[in-house]
């Protein structure tokens, strides 16, 4: 393998060469150029050089997407220390466990998350820090509040004509060095923190460099909509877009479809990463009313003009996600086969990519030039991937893959980390799959949500979900199993519904029928023996993936 550079010298190249240019904006909010960046990230190094924090020490990071959140992370690995990002939407309590676990020193907190915490409840904290404007919600340090208090003072002091390009200089990090624990859930039992060293980091930002970076040019515009303290997001929408020079735009609100849309028309970005969840709604919103019309349906059934059509369709598309993106890449689950056919009907530039937490986290991907329906792409660079099955191309197996992305293990926890990585360095999944002779990835579902069926069939349960997803008013669907039956928890697509002047019972009709459309479609093993209406929407992980455990027993 080659030498790996020093990610944190790509984050430093990358300030110096864009100094000038707009790097951060928190959405309809303020902008930051790539010097304030610097300068903001200088201003945390004294903070940190203050109160003593040593190379190899943790830094927690809790909240909403800003541009001041990307610069403590960025100023965290630049100092040295190891990153702990937090997913907002985690409770008080599991905030607690994770920051205890890691025994971060500091703790970074969000405008939303500062209101849920009770700082007594973690112990070894040295301070809690605002994130929107880094002021002291808590110091337990005389050290912390002094250089807080006097920070613009001890910055002049080391600074004291001018803060230039020429004086930024970070820690350069070996490969193998720590450079963040990402904590996959937050819950006591099943706390796993990835240990992630820099070269995850640099692998996955080489990656995009070479196959996204020549179709974006530096200085366009990106819009992160995924959490950054996700890695989807944190790598493919920030690390990425910050190192290629992008001026990147958060939405810093819930990023409901209306918002994202409307960020998409103002933003233009260059690429799009997102989530099945926010494609599927923006077409079947904002785009199957328009084209789904007799009239369009006459003139798509004409071959002498259904080219033309789908090419004034597709740029409709396009339209809808700001007009200018190279191409939409859709990760963490797969996408909608009825949305999926549609967009490659229609020639729109859409992919699929595969990835895990451990793998910082990409694992496999496909310019949309090469996507082939269904799959999720190929082993991207410097990784591997096998399927344990005795026919890969037919008879789904488990997922395993190694290489430069993979994670070093979970923090504390070497019963968890030998239970999914092998004595040859393969990084065992946990999904299954098969693998067509091009080296195209199908995911075919989960390891663990796999359902035995009655003969002892293997029925997954995501594919039978994704066909009942298409059907009339269903806006989200989960396959359960009871005993030997088969069950659809249903939530409708009730502003639909109310919009046609339909009953509950009209819905409980409409959702039986889907039954038995859906039941003419499966094997005799797969069938469902009733669908079952869901009130609220299915809670979901912040990729968007509903969470299956809270529905088992329902």
């Known amino acids: 393998m080659k030498t790996i550079p020093s990610f944190n010298a790509c984050v430093e190249k990358s300030i110096k060469d864009n100094w000038h240019s707009d790097a951060l904006t928190d959405y309809q909010g303020v902008t930051l150029q790539f010097k304030d960046v610097a300068r903001k990230i200088e201003k945390l190094h004294i903070i940190f050089e203050q109160i003593g924090l040593k190379r190899g020490d943790k830094v927690a990071i809790c909240g909403r997407n800003s541009s001041n959140w990307a610069v403590v992370f960025l100023g965290t690995l630049t100092y040295g220390a190891i990153a702990v990002p937090i997913q907002h939407e985690f409770n008080a309590e599991q905030i607690y466990n994770i920051v205890n676990h890691s025994e971060s020193r500091l703790l970074f907190v969000g405008d939303y998350v500062v209101k849920q915490i009770d700082p ?33 003072e001890l910055f002049g002091i080391k600074y004291p004509k001018v803060f230039l390009v020429e004086d930024v200089h970070y820690y350069i990090d070996d490969p193998e060095d720590l450079a963040l624990i990402n904590y996959t859930s937050g819950t006591t039992g099943f706390s796993k923190g990835v240990m992630l060293p820099f070269r995850t980091l640099w692998s996955n930002l080489a990656f995009c460099e070479d196959h996204l970076g020549p179709h974006m040019p530096r200085g366009c515009n990106t819009l992160s909509i995924l959490p950054m303290a996700h890695m989807y997001g944190m790598s493919m929408e920030f690390i990425y877009g910050f190192c290629h020079g992008c001026h990147i735009f958060f939405l810093t609100r819930l990023p409901s479809p209306a918002i994202i849309a409307q960020a998409f028309a103002d933003i233009k970005p260059g690429v799009i990463i997102s989530v099945p969840l926010v494609i599927e709604k923006i077409i079947r919103k904002r785009v199957f009313p328009k084209i789904q019309t007799n009239r369009m349906r006459i003139l798509l059934s004409m071959p002498f003009v259904s080219k033309k059509v789908k090419q004034s369709i597709c740029q409709q598309v396009l339209e809808a996600f700001g007009g200018k993106a190279y191409e939409v890449i859709v990760g963490g689950a797969s996408l909608n086969q009825e949305i999926e056919s549609f967009l490659k009907s229609i020639d729109f530039p859409v992919t699929v990519g595969y990835g895990t937490t451990e793998c910082a986290p990409l694992i496999t991907y496909s310019d949309y030039h090469d996507f082939v329906p269904g799959s999720c792409g190929t082993a991207v660079d410097r990784m591997e991937v096998k399927i344990l099955s005795p026919n890969p191309e037919t008879i789904p197996g488990e997922i395993i893959t190694r290489g430069t992305n993979v994670m070093t293990g979970y923090y ?43 003969n002892g069939q293997n029925v997954y349960p995501e594919e039978i979900e994704d066909k009942l997803n298409s059907m009339t008013l269903v806006a989200e669907s989960l396959i359960i199993q009871q005993g030997d039956r088969l069950i659809g928890l249903v939530h409708p697509d009730f502003d639909e519904a109310r919009s046609m002047e339909f009953t509950d019972e009209d819905i409980e009709s409409i959702m039986e029928q889907n039954r038995q459309q859906l039941n003419a479609q499966l094997p005799g093993y797969c069938k469902i ?11 979901k992980t912040p990729k968007k993936s509903i969470k299956r455990y809270l529905y088992q027993n329902i």
Request: charged share 25%.
């Open 120 to 152: 007594s409840q973690m112990p070894k904290l040295e301070g809690v820090i605002n994130i929107p404007d880094f002021s002291l919600v808590e110091s337990r340090s005389d050290q912390l509040t002094y250089a807080r208090e006097h920070l613009n």
């Open 412 to 454: 504390k926890n070497e019963e968890a980390t030998r239970a999914v990585m092998d004595n040859d360095g393969w990084y065992h999944t946990g999904d299954l799959g098969t693998m067509n002779a091009d080296g195209h990835l199908f995911i075919r579902g989960r390891l663990k949500n796999m359902l035995l069926g009655s």
């Open 529 to 539: 023996a009733s669908i079952r209406i869901h009130q609220e929407e299915f809670a």
